[in-house]
């Protein structure tokens, strides 16, 4: 299964502690895109890159959040100085402008943080 | 201020029944409309997806209806199964390839 991978697949962490969650997209895609989604709603966009370059970023995303694609290939979302409303699934999700339906997004498994 | 509304919040349907989920939007500029679908523990996948130029999309039991002028589109699942029960997204963007803006889902129970 050549899907978009999410790294971990769940994470626990106290109040005030630095977390980083991993991605990695389907291969060849170029655009790459994170999502928050909190129980019983829908995704909410926070950020995406087109190969490395950070493209467009949501007012969600706050100066505690950052997110990198450094080689244009897997991405990371560090989320640094937790808090309690910060506990979410996040959503990674990557699309191909080049063939086929430009804005097909293939969402990964998900990373499921509880911040305690 | 949410910018896709979806209605019902949840809907039970009887197997081989019709489900109807229902979705308003605000942004004139939205020229792409899937529907994702979510499975607990999963992450949402593509279903079916339309654009504006056409009024309807079918794939198999999957219909969206699309009435530009309301800014409305819907989504038909004919002869419902269990197995769809899951929770429903629809979803809008206003440009290849950018943000979704997706509607707060609706959870379909298919009862046997």
């Known amino acids: 299964d050549t899907g978009v991978s999410q790294d971990p697949r769940h994470k626990i962490t106290k109040r005030g502690q630095n977390v980083t969650f991993r991605c990695d997209p389907i291969s060849e895609h170029n655009r790459l895109y994170w999502y928050r989604q909190t129980l019983g709603q829908g995704p909410e966009f926070l950020t995406y890159f087109q190969n490395e370059a950070q493209l467009e970023k949501s007012r969600l995303l706050s100066d505690r959040f950052s997110a990198e694609r450094p080689k244009g290939s897997f991405s990371t979302l560090e989320i640094q100085r937790t808090e309690q409303g910060d506990s979410a699934m996040y959503l990674c999700a990557s699309s191909s402008p080049s063939g086929g339906d430009t804005d097909t997004q293939y969402f990964g498994p998900g990373t499921r943080l509880t911040v305690l | 201020q949410q910018q896709v509304k979806q209605s019902p919040q949840s809907l039970i349907v009887q197997k081989g029944g019709i489900s109807i989920i229902n979705c308003a939007y605000e942004?004139?500029?939205?020229?792409?409309f899937p529907w994702y679908q979510q499975f607990p523990g999963k992450g949402p996948a593509l279903l079916i997806a339309i654009r504006p130029d056409v009024s309807e999309k079918k794939e198999g039991r999957f219909t969206i209806s699309f009435n530009k002028s309301a800014k409305q589109f819907s989504l038909h699942i004919m002869d419902s199964q269990p197995g769809d029960s899951a929770t429903y997204f629809c979803a809008a963007s206003n440009q290849a390839g950018t943000a979704l803006i997706f509607g707060k889902g609706t959870t379909l129970s298919v009862s046997s």
């Open positions: 942004n004139t500029a939205f020229d792409y």
